[in-house]
């Protein structure tokens, strides 16, 4: 059972736009620390997306962008790309567990 | 290259005891704060362990604390992770991660994102 809840999946086709939400609390996301979001492809180690909440890293495409509102947070990729599928996690800080935490990620399929 | 290269995992029996290592490589390791995070083959990730830039500091997760011990040779820009006691749940590849302050919206590191990942290595506890 992760601190931050995601979807176990989502899909699009490719071309739609989709978004991944990240569910947290208030000693988590809504005590207002940062999210970041990650990819990752199986087999290969987890790579940043998105850090402080809303800020693409260097070489990440415009069609991803993040966002975070009260205790929750959500990562949308629009124009999707079969390229794009991967599995996907959000991460924060909890200050009641003293803990980094993650959501338990969400596989993104382009039908 | 920012580089970080784990090594030391393998086939353990339950009790038994590793030494991870992570060699750091392509930028100032003495200046930042270091972390172990872990998963399980085709689960999610988790948060382990955390030291700071000089090692006086560390943080576990619950399920770690009192047998996994994290610590830094900041001479040989080295992390580590000795781990004792080691049950069959422990089993995972492990992940030497540096976080970095690039888009965060404080100067803290609890508000930093993981920014450099090694290719991790994998622990396996089985009898």
């Known amino acids: 059972q992760s601190v931050l809840t995601q979807p176990p999946s989502v899909s699009g086709a490719p071309g739609q736009r989709v978004t991944i939400s990240c569910t947290g609390s208030a000693s988590n996301i809504g005590a207002g620390y940062d999210v970041h979001w990650y990819l990752q492809v199986p087999g290969t180690a987890?790579?940043?997306?998105?850090?402080?909440?809303?800020?693409?890293?260097?070489?990440v495409p415009d069609r991803f962008s993040g966002s975070k509102s009260g205790t929750s947070a959500?990562?949308?990729?629009?124009?999707?790309?079969?390229?794009?599928?991967?599995?996907?996690?959000?991460?924060?800080y909890d200050t009641s567990l003293s803990a980094w935490v993650f959501g338990g990620g969400t596989k993104l399929t382009v039908l | 290259e920012v580089q970080l290269v784990e090594s030391g995992g393998g086939l353990v029996q339950p009790g038994g005891s590793l030494r991870l290592s992570c060699?750091?490589?392509?930028?100032?390791?003495?200046?930042?704060?270091?972390?172990?995070?872990?998963?399980?083959?085709?689960?999610?990730?988790?948060?382990?362990?955390?030291?700071?830039?000089?090692?006086?500091?560390?943080?576990?997760?619950?399920?770690?604390?009192?047998?996994?011990?994290?610590?830094?040779?900041?001479?040989?820009?080295?992390?580590?992770?000795?781990?004792?006691?080691?049950?069959?749940?422990?089993?995972?590849?492990?992940?030497?991660?540096?976080?970095?302050?690039?888009?965060?919206?404080?100067?803290?590191?609890?508000?930093?994102?993981?920014?450099?990942?090694g290719q991790g290595t994998t622990v396996t506890v089985s009898s």
């Open chain 1, 46 to 59: 987890p790579r940043i997306l998105i850090s402080g909440n809303n800020n693409r890293r260097s070489g």
């Open chain 1, 74 to 92: 959500s990562l949308a990729i629009s124009g999707l790309q079969t390229e794009d599928e991967a599995d996907y996690y959000c991460q924060s």
């Open chain 2, 23 to 117: 060699a750091a490589s392509g930028f100032p390791f003495s200046d930042y704060w270091m972390h172990w995070v872990r998963q399980v083959p085709g689960k999610g990730l988790v948060w382990v362990s955390r030291i700071d830039s000089d090692g006086s500091s560390t943080s576990d997760a619950d399920p770690v604390r009192g047998r996994f011990t994290i610590s830094r040779d900041n001479a040989k820009s080295t992390l580590y992770l000795q781990m004792n006691n080691l049950r069959v749940e422990d089993t995972a590849v492990y992940y030497c991660v540096r976080p970095s302050r690039v888009g965060a919206s404080v100067r803290s590191y609890y508000y930093y994102g993981m920014d450099v990942w």
